[in-house]
T-cell receptor, first 115, second 112 residues
Framework: DTEVTQTPKHLVMGMTNKKSLKCEQHMGHRAMYWYKQKAKKPPELMFVYSYEKLSINESVPSRFSPECPNSSLLNLHLHALQPEDSALYLC??????????????FGDGTRLSIL | GDSVTQMEGPVTLSEEAFLTINCTYTATGYPSLFWYVQYPGEGLQLLLKATKADDKGSNKGFEATYRKETTSFHLEKGSVQVSDSAVYFCALSEGGYQKVTFGTGTKLQVIP
């Protein structure tokens, strides 16, 4: 069982739709991450939240909008996406962003398809 | 900047064969090193880690030793099973901000 829960598992949306991806963890972790993973590639970092504040934005287009309502929840709001945004979106958490010797815990991801 | 180089896959082995997946890294400081595994349709799971030179990480029969002199962290298992079929990612993390640098991943296929 993964300790990071992501919903939905699959999402199909049109380019004009607005949708949100959700991520939840109850391990008391204070750092949370969004990654994008294309087929046969490693995960690419998108955003990092540390103590509920946005710490890193890897120059992600504004059609992706992250939100961290509290220490357990992380959302990714999607609007006007492009076909090339189709990918697996992974959420992860770790004890704290500055603890580089601690692993990240990943959810199973949301498989996103843009029509 | 930091980088991780893994051997190209896919790697195809018969059940009970010995596995080695090579991983070398470049880092400016003293990174922590990780192996993650991704099974089909799932996210990444931590397989093992090592945080300082000469540390050996081990889990589920897999082992890797942090070799600072050769900047390597090769993954080994003495006898693979069909259930080990997955993609394996070598990764490092260092510094005050935990940005993880992943290798490109190595797909392992174990045949009965």
């Amino acid at each position: 069982d993964t300790e990071v829960t992501q919903t939905p598992k699959h999402l199909v949306m049109g380019m004009t739709n607005k949708k949100s991806l959700k991520c939840e963890q109850h391990m008391g972790h204070r750092a949370m991450y969004w990654y994008k993973q294309k087929a046969k590639k490693p995960p690419e970092l998108m955003f990092v939240y540390s103590y509920e504040k946005l710490s890193i934005n890897e120059s992600v287009p504004s059609r992706f909008s992250p939100e961290c309502p509290n220490s357990s929840l992380l959302n990714l709001h999607l609007h006007a996406l492009q076909p090339e945004d189709s990918a697996l979106y992974l959420c992860a958490s770790s004890q704290a962003q500055t603890y580089s010797n601690q692993p990240q815990h990943f959810g199973d991801g949301t498989r996103l398809s843009i029509l | 900047g930091d980088s991780v180089t893994q051997m190209e896959g896919p790697v195809t082995l018969s059940e009970e064969a010995f596995l080695t997946i090579n991983c070398t890294y470049t880092a400016t400081g003293y990174p922590s090193l990780f192996w993650y595994v991704q099974y089909p349709g799932e996210g990444l799971q931590l397989l093992l880690k090592a945080t300082k030179a000469d540390d050996k990480g081990s889990n589920k029969g897999f082992e890797a030793t942090y070799r600072k002199e050769t900047t390597s962290f090769h993954l080994e298992k003495g006898s693979v099973q069909v259930s080990d079929s997955a993609v394996y990612f070598c990764a490092l993390s260092e510094g005050g901000y935990q940005k993880v640098t992943f290798g490109t991943g190595t797909k392992l296929q174990v045949i009965p």
